[in-house]
């Protein structure tokens, strides 16, 4: 008899530990963080604080909310809105919107990037363009909005070399990577980069662009000088993002039919293998974003309405998150106190 309490007792102690890590574990190592999602199925905002693994507050926002941006000082979240044409700006520890930006006559504002001098990059697919808003300025505070075109169709995703003399958007609709110039605001050329491409990051070091032509399961890697095509490899079925660690030494893909996601090495650019999430396309993978530290990685499993946590040293799955409906685009910032005027 005791033999068999004790063992009924184990299975107890295993199922509820698989239970807890199935919803929202506290990760031994969590700083003091919020993970921010963006609800394209309810056009709503969620604020999930990351050392207790529960939503803390859920903001509306306009239409079809996608990607997120953190500000430079971490204190403001700015998340577009793909069905009409701006941008909302949230302060992350008042939890609460404190500006839209208009961003006419740029149209269906898609990636976004937020860079350091405080200017805010929108990849606008509406427009075929990238709409650049300024810091504000002055008494009143305002921004002025400007535009580069891309002259290509379904420029979906933008990002930002880190000298921001540079941006490079995936153009899915026409098979191509527009080259911008920040400095001067006007477009450099375009790339072939397959049939669909979509993913697109920067290594830290500003030195090779990767992007993911989801049609032919392919990852492409181009010198971002240069433009020259370094190499292409291929990843796991419907690459659909791409994400490069904070120390610039692995690429992953999020690979939206394989509900898994792709490893590569950045050095090499060979791949090294590969993390199972949910085994199956019914997830709707689609966003992952990094921890500041790298050790972590958050996935959006949008279909299924949760975000999946991934231990990058151990390379496996320890948790998911709730969200609302549809999460897709993900932002992380340090938790901070609202000051006394919020």
Known sequence: MKKIAFAFISAALFASCSASAEQAPPYKQHPNEILLVGNKGEDTLSFIDLTTGREIARRDTGKNPHEVAISPDG??????????????????????????????????????????????????????????VSPPTGEAQTRQVSQISTGQKGSHMVVVTPDKNRAFTSNMQSGTVSVLDLE??????????????????????????????????????????????????????????????????????????????GLFDVASRKPKGQI????????????????????????????????????MIEGKLIGRLAGGTNGDGLGIARAVKASHND
Request: net charge negative.
């Open 276 to 311: 199972k999430v949910s085994g199956t396309p019914d997830s709707g993978q689609v966003t992952i974003l990094f921890s500041a530290d790298g050790q972590r990685l958050y996935v959006a499993e949008t279909e299924l309405n949760r975000i999946a946590e991934i231990d």
């Open 184 to 261: 001067r605001n006007r477009k450099i050329t375009d790339v072939e980069a397959g049939t669909e491409p979509e993913g697109i990051a920067v290594t830290p070091d500003g030195k090779t662009v990767w992007v993911a032509d989801r049609r032919s399961d392919s990852l492409y890697v181009f010198d971002a000088q240069t433009l020259e095509e370094l190499t292409v490899l291929k990843t796991g079925k419907f690459p659909i993002r791409v994400a490069i660690s904070p120390d610039g030494k692995t690429a992953v893909t999020s690979n939206y039919a394989d509900g898994a996601l």
């Open 75 to 132: 204190r403001l979240a700015a998340i577009v809105s793909y069905g009409a044409q701006h941008i909302d700006i949230f302060d992350i520890a008042a939890r609460e919107k404190i500006e839209t930006i208009d961003l006419a006559p740029n149209k269906r504002p898609h990636g976004i990037v937020w860079l350091d001098d405080g200017r805010i990059i929108a990849s606008t697919e509406g427009s075929d363009s990238i709409a650049i």
